[in-house]
């Protein structure tokens, strides 16, 4: 049996990650449900990868962060104590990680591999390109998408799909976070 692999992304509904100006984390729209949400996402046993430059960027940003800044939120804490595998062709151990591991390779050749030894479902947050070739391989079983209520047009930074492979898309679950937070996970199959 193979591991199921969720590729997880924060999104503005125009399909940025992140944004510069004056957006803050989260878009600035976070509630009390989307966190609580999160935490729970995190409960259950699973091994978390990143690209090498997701978790450079987690890494730094954990690192110059206090106790009280939005990037410390429970569930981040908790996503970071979790088992990792960082996957690099340049990066060497130990990393600034309590529990983690350096793939060494090709993402693909890397991820390949996990899906088959895991005894627990594999989770990427971030790691945009990563999962862009993931995807196009076919070893992306779910991608779960929380949509902010942002338009980001002239500040938007990381376009999620941009150079992506074109997919069809089955919706697998939906909610609404704080009334105005939308997660949705689908299946994705290459378009054919």
């Given at each position: 049996m193979t591991a199921t692999y969720t590729f997880d992304v924060f999104?503005?509904?125009?399909?940025?990650?992140?944004?510069?100006?004056?957006?803050?984390g989260y878009w600035g729209k976070q509630g009390p449900e989307l966190l609580d949400h999160?935490?729970?996402?995190?409960?259950?046993?699973?091994r978390m990868v990143f690209g090498a430059d997701t978790y450079r960027l987690f890494a730094q940003m954990l690192a110059s962060s206090t106790e009280e800044?939005?990037?410390?939120?429970?569930?981040?804490?908790r996503m970071r104590n979790l088992p990792a595998t960082v996957v690099s062709t340049t990066l060497?151990?130990?990393l600034d990680?309590?529990?983690?591991?350096?793939?060494?390779?090709?993402?693909?050749?890397?991820?390949a591999r996990l899906?088959?030894?895991?005894?627990?479902?594999l989770r990427s947050h971030g790691s945009?390109?990563?999962?862009?070739?993931l995807m196009a391989a076919g070893l992306v079983d779910r991608v779960q998408v929380t949509i902010f209520p942002a338009i980001t047009g002239r500040t938007g930074l990381e376009p999620i799909f941009q150079g992506a492979a074109d997919f069809d898309l089955e919706l697998l679950e939906?909610?609404?976070?704080?009334?105005?937070?939308?997660?949705?996970?689908?299946?994705?199959t290459l378009h054919g």
């Open positions: 999104s503005s509904l125009d399909g940025f990650a992140a944004a510069g100006g004056n957006w803050t999160r935490l729970s996402l995190y409960d259950e046993e699973q800044s939005e990037v410390r939120d429970p569930w981040v804490t060497d151990g130990p990680w309590p529990d983690a591991t350096v793939g060494k390779g090709d993402a693909v050749d890397v991820v899906k088959q030894e895991s005894e627990v479902p945009l390109s990563m999962n862009r070739a939906h909610r609404t976070l704080d009334g105005h937070i939308q997660e949705l996970i689908y299946r994705p």
